[in-house]
Nanobody, 133 residues
Framework: QVRLVESGGGLVQAGGSHSLSCIAS????????MGWFRQAPGGEREFVAA????????YYADSVEGRFTISGDNAKITVNLTMNNLKPEDTALYYC??????????????????????????WGQGTQVTVSS
């Protein structure tokens, strides 16, 4: 069983920066894509960012585009999320996720596939990020 373990959560002031990391527990684990989702209190789990290992293609939610950067190392099975210019509305429990799936087609179709939580096979326990105003 593969475990994804997040780290780096904490309390940050609005306008500040913070980084999250995630590592897979199984060295032989090979995913196609890894990403980050978040869930605010009372809200639904929403997509934040994802990276496809074979092409290096990255996807971002509109709400974080230009502020967050996803990066990682498929050989080390790690994925990071660098968050800049944080806002109070970024406060949430952030989850690392990985998918074994592969989708191809139009750019809109593939983006929809890789940004849908239901298409991810493995999930971490989550790490809390709180942004104070």
């Amino acid at each position: 069983q593969v475990r994804l373990v997040e780290s780096g959560g904490g309390l940050v002031q609005a306008g500040g920066s913070h980084s999250l990391s995630c590592i897979a527990s199984k060295p032989t684990f090979s995913s196609n894509t890894m990403g980050w989702f978040r869930q605010a209190p009372g809200g639904e789990r929403e997509f934040v960012a994802a990276i496809r290992w074979n092409s290096g293609t990255t996807y971002y939610a509109d709400s974080v585009e230009g502020r967050f950067t996803i990066s990682g190392d498929n050989a080390k099975i790690t994925v990071n999320l660098t968050m800049n210019n944080l806002k109070p509305e970024d406060t949430a429990l952030y989850y690392c996720a990985a998918t074994l799936g592969y989708w191809s087609g139009s750019p809109a179709y593939t983006k929809a596939a890789y940004t849908t939580a239901a298409n991810y096979n493995y999930w971490g326990q989550g790490t809390q990020v709180t942004v104070s105003s």
